[in-house]
């Protein structure tokens, strides 16, 4: 099986704009999270999705948003970027909602906003 | 809150010397607990999990038991080797409906023949 992929690999933003990142889990999961790295804050949970309805969040601003397809793709949208929102963001999917289920992580993408 | 607390690195030791991460937690309920490796240049890979007390996780030579009376998760390999050099995070899920992990800061070994 494919693992999960994420577009773009790398992105370099001014402050202000918006962008959004694509993720596309592994054939058969169909739930989705998000989160956010950086050297400061580590490793940060933005929401997760199952079956196009997001179950969870996490304390981030309204800014950052996202959405899952009926094929369980995800997108994430980040919008009026501030400096403080470069980081890497990573993708994870499993197979089902249980607290005990293993995720899979994609690569991530290095978001830059300058 | 929920949250995790991991020993601060770096770790640096010689090839086959004997490895201790230290990670707690705070939690509500029953979470389940997780080491995530992230190799050089690699994306997140789960090492081990426990998903109920007593538990023990295994796998490539590390080792970890969930325990519940000191809210601990420690991660242990006996004879570490060159490549098991990476950053090491500890994690808990469960403390909400779905999969959403909570990592602690990541610990970053480095190995040396």
């Known amino acids: 099986k494919a693992g999960v992929t994420q577009t773009p690999r790398y992105l370099i933003k001014t402050r202000g704009q918006q962008v959004t990142l694509s993720c596309s889990p592994i054939?058969?999961?169909?739930?989705v999270s998000w989160y956010q790295q950086t050297p400061g804050q580590g490793l940060q949970f933005l929401f997760e999705?199952?079956?196009?309805?997001?179950?969870n969040k996490g304390n981030f601003p309204g800014r950052f948003s996202g959405r899952q397809f009926s094929n369980s793709r995800s997108e994430m949208n980040v919008s009026t970027l501030e400096l403080g929102d470069s980081a890497l963001y990573l993708c994870?999917?499993?197979?089902?909602?249980?607290?005990?289920?293993?995720?899979?992580f994609g690569p991530g993408t290095r978001l830059t906003v300058l | 809150g929920n949250s995790v607390t991991q020993m601060e690195g770096p770790v640096t030791l010689s090839e086959e010397a004997f490895l201790t991460i230290n990670c707690t937690y705070t939690?509500?309920?029953?979470?389940?607990l997780f080491w995530y490796v992230q190799y050089p240049g690699e994306g997140l890979q789960l090492l081990l999990k426990a998903t109920k007390a007593d538990d023990k996780g295994s796998n490539k030579g590390f080792e970890a038991t969930y325990r519940k009376e000191t809210t601990s998760f420690h991660l242990e390999k006996g004879s570490v080797q060159v490549s098991d050099s990476a950053v090491y995070f500890c994690a808990l899920s469960g403390f909400q409906a779905g999969t959403a992990l909570i990592f602690g800061k990541g610990t970053t070994l480095s190995v040396s023949s």
């Open positions: 054939s058969g999961h169909r739930s």
């Open positions: 999705y199952f079956s196009e309805t997001q179950r």
């Open positions: 994870a999917s499993s197979p089902g909602t249980l607290g005990g289920n293993e995720q899979f």
């Open positions: 939690a509500t309920g029953y979470p389940s």
